[in-house]
């Protein structure tokens, strides 16, 4: 081989080396390129993970505030004055439904002689004299109890129960155990009341029972001394009747009548005694 030839060799190798050199540099400048944009990538990523953090936190905060509960509703009760005939639980319902959820209705029945006496009459109808009403919200109830009060229960004049006012009035800090108590101990004062009335009547036949005994127990005494010819003393009782109101009219004009004749008496005395005084001095 000729010198020239090899120089072109050398040449040749020289400009290959410098080309794979800048081959490499070129990749290795790519890849920084690329490892800052995978760090910044990375950064992003963590920027975006503590914003979504954030948005979580703020998203939390906010279904808190949302989600906590909200007033609570405070069950208010409305008392009824006024009950018309005929008028039931179920009707008194759909009347109050309309203005707000309704929880519990009592109505108070007539008294048990009412009834009786209707029964006589051929009225077998149970009637109400007053009630109670449950609005769910107290708010509800005193709107209602203000705006219904002394107007007519229905809209239409055909419309049942036109012809009768509400009679409604908000019970104010009043709950539905005050009403429970209340109805409790009305029924243990009737109860009360029942056992005495019949401990009553049961003294009362005991004792005329007892009465009946004795009587009887003595006349056989009376017979038995009747035939064995003994003296028999009959008991006269002797009853003192209350005195009449002419008695008493009578006794208070006679202790008029005598302290005036005792006053008159003593006066004339008086008189007499002045006389021979006097008389005598002259």
């Known amino acids: 081989m000729t010198e020239e030839e090899k120089e072109r060799k050398t040449k040749a190798q020289r400009a290959d080396k410098e080309e794979e050199e800048g081959s490499a540099a070129v990749r290795q400048e790519d890849d920084g390129d690329k490892g800052q944009k995978y760090k910044n990538g990375g950064d992003d990523e963590d920027g975006d993970e503590d914003t979504a953090g954030m948005k979580k936190k703020t998203k939390q905060k906010?279904?808190?505030?949302?989600?906590?509960?909200?007033?609570?509703?405070?069950?208010?009760?409305?008392?009824?004055?006024?009950?018309?005939?005929?008028?039931?639980?179920k009707h008194l319902r759909n009347l109050l439904s309309v203005y707000g959820e309704i929880g519990r209705i009592f109505l108070q029945p007539e008294d048990g002689q009412v009834r009786r006496r209707k029964r006589k009459t051929g009225l077998r109808r149970c009637d109400f004299t007053e009630g109670w009403v449950e609005f769910r919200d107290k708010r509800v109830a005193k709107k209602v109890a203000a705006s219904l009060h002394n107007t007519p229960m229905g809209t239409r004049k055909r419309q049942r129960f036109s012809s009768d006012l509400w009679?409604?009035?908000?019970?104010?800090?009043?709950?539905?155990?005050?009403?429970?108590?209340?109805?409790?101990?009305?029924?243990?004062?009737?109860?009360?009341?029942?056992?005495?009335?019949?401990?009553?009547?049961?003294?009362?036949?005991?004792?005329?029972?007892?009465?009946?005994?004795?009587?009887?127990?003595?006349?056989?005494?009376?017979?038995?001394?009747?035939?064995?010819?003994?003296?028999?003393?009959?008991?006269?009782?002797?009853?003192?009747?209350?005195?009449?109101?002419e008695e008493i009219q009578m006794k208070k004009k006679k202790k008029h009548l005598d302290k005036a004749c005792l006053i008159h008496h003593k006066s004339q005395s008086n008189v007499s005694l002045l006389a021979k005084i006097f008389n005598s001095n002259q």
Not at 62 to 89: D, F, M, Q, T
Not at 194 to 202: I, M, P, Y
Not at 204 to 232: I, P, T, W
């Open 62 to 89: 906010v279904v808190g505030v949302s989600s906590c509960p909200e007033r609570k509703c405070v069950p208010g009760i409305l008392y009824l004055g006024h009950i018309p005939p005929r008028l039931r639980p």
């Open 167 to 245: 009679c409604i009035k908000y019970l104010h800090r009043f709950l539905w155990t005050h009403l429970s108590e209340r109805l409790a101990y009305e029924q243990t004062v009737l109860q009360q009341r029942l056992r005495t009335e019949v401990s009553q009547a049961k003294r009362e036949s005991n004792f005329y029972l007892n009465n009946v005994d004795k009587s009887a127990h003595l006349e056989n005494l009376r017979r038995k001394r009747e035939r064995a010819g003994q003296q028999v003393n009959d008991k006269m009782w002797d009853f003192t009747q209350h005195q009449t109101e």
